[in-house]
């Protein structure tokens, strides 16, 4: 069982870079896989960025390659998503999520557990 809680949205220009984290709660985080989703108004929620229980396995959708990077660091139960050259279509409200270590993917169906999301703005 775990808990997610994000954090590191805002209103940030086009190029800018964001930083968000999300804080696991529970003394199995290393058990689980996560990932982190986003949701524009209007559209469905969409995968975004994977991550192994090691940390050493990670796979992003083809649109945020270069520009997206997913972490984590089990020692003190946090995942990341460095978002760096912003674009305003990256707006969206941004949630992490965590599946067991027997399901990996893309599919928001083997995410068992998910936070509430934090806000991305990005201005042109």
């Known amino acids: 069982q775990v808990h997610l809680v994000e954090a590191g949205g805002g209103l940030v220009q086009a190029g800018g870079s964001l930083r968000l984290s999300c804080a696991a709660s529970g003394r199995t985080f290393s058990n689980y896989n996560m990932g982190w989703f986003r949701q524009a108004p209007g559209k469905e929620r969409e995968f975004v960025a994977a991550?192994?229980?090691?940390?050493?396995?990670?796979f992003y959708v083809d649109s945020v390659k270069g520009r997206f990077t997913i972490s984590r660091d089990n020692a003190k139960n946090m995942v990341y998503l460095q978002i760096d050259s912003l674009k305003p279509e990256d707006t969206a409200r941004y949630y992490c999520?965590?599946?067991?270590?027997?399901?990996?993917?893309?599919?928001?169906?083997?995410?068992?557990?998910w936070g509430q999301g934090t806000q991305v703005t990005v201005s042109s």
């Open positions: 999520a965590a599946s067991p270590l027997t399901r990996f993917g893309v599919t928001e169906d083997i995410y068992g557990y």
């Open positions: 991550i192994g229980w090691s940390g050493s396995t990670t």
